[in-house]
């Protein structure tokens, strides 16, 4: 997508951490273009939600302030929140960034936060988690989110998927892409988990189509959809989301959600891509 706004003159924080695991040598700019492409987005949500201003932001996974930095240049006046389980991370944007510093939990649920946001974004958190905490971390996200306010989160949907299914490499190698797409073929949620994650860590690769995305905000009558962006944040779409209480009428109940099941014989198309 071509730029949505012209962030070239914000002075921004170019201070990288030691320990930024996001950021390869030489692809510094690359590193930054995302963080600014974040704002960009956070920026347009303000637009569709008529918020002109973010005075209390969250940042989760805050990194070691890959789209924070951004978020306080162009917010000076916000109280930003950095959350993450790198504990390295959260240090840093608090140190560098002041950010107000908090340790994330692998449970969402044991974090301290009240409805106290009026913007929260979340990039590149629930493209790795599988179907139980995806919707338990919406849950929190809402939970969390000021009456008016906005949440911002990114997914993996359509092109990552095709991507997986013409043999793209350097893209997930660490998977068993076959019960992937195999799963996300028939339910349009998938997850598996990477290859050198334990079962307690249970970290990897999920997939959500848009139409899944949409049977999960009808258990939501508070929220309201203002955007999906396919290919919003590199690979990754982005939602835009915004909350205010008793918009819709619960008409179409809350639908049941597939749930992952047992990989099956092959057909059709999935059956002639895996063999």
């Not at 044991?110 to 958190?125: E, T």
């Not at 349009?188 to 994650?197: I, N």
Request: hydrophobic share 40%.
């Amino acid at each position: 997508m071509p730029a949505l706004y012209d962030f070239s003159g914000l002075p921004v924080d170019r201070t990288l951490a030691p320990k930024d695991g996001m950021v390869s040598p030489g692809l510094e700019e690359q590193y930054f273009d995302l963080g600014r492409r974040a704002l960009e987005l956070i920026h347009f949500s303000g637009q569709l939600c008529d918020k002109p201003h973010y005075p209390d932001i969250l940042d989760l996974p805050c990194g070691h302030g890959r789209v924070l930095r951004w978020l306080r240049a162009h917010y000076g006046y916000a109280k930003i929140t950095a959350c993450d389980l790198e504990r390295d991370g959260v240090d840093f944007c608090a140190r560098q960034f002041g950010a107000l510093p908090v340790y994330s939990e692998p449970d969402l649920r044991k974090l301290p936060f009240a409805s106290q946001f009026d913007l929260i974004w979340v990039g590149s958190l629930v493209t790795h988690l599988n179907q139980e905490r995806w919707l338990r971390t919406l849950d929190c996200l809402i939970k969390w989110t000021r009456e008016c306010g906005v949440i911002v989160f990114s997914t993996q949907g359509r092109t990552v998927s095709s991507l997986l299914a013409r043999g793209r490499r350097n893209v997930a190698e660490n998977i068993d892409k076959p019960a992937l797409l195999e799963e996300y073929a028939r339910t349009g949620f998938a997850y598996q988990r990477y290859f050198e994650s334990t079962p307690e860590e249970d970290y990897g690769l999920s997939l959500t189509s848009p139409e899944w995305l949409m049977r999960v905000l009808q258990r939501y009558p508070d929220v309201i959809m203002r955007a999906y962006l396919e290919e919003a944040w590199g690979m990754q779409d982005v939602v835009i989301l915004y909350k205010k209480a008793g918009h819709y009428e619960p008409i179409l109940g809350v639908p049941e959600l597939p749930l992952p099941a047992a990989p099956g014989k092959k057909s059709g198309w999935l059956g002639r891509l895996l063999g």
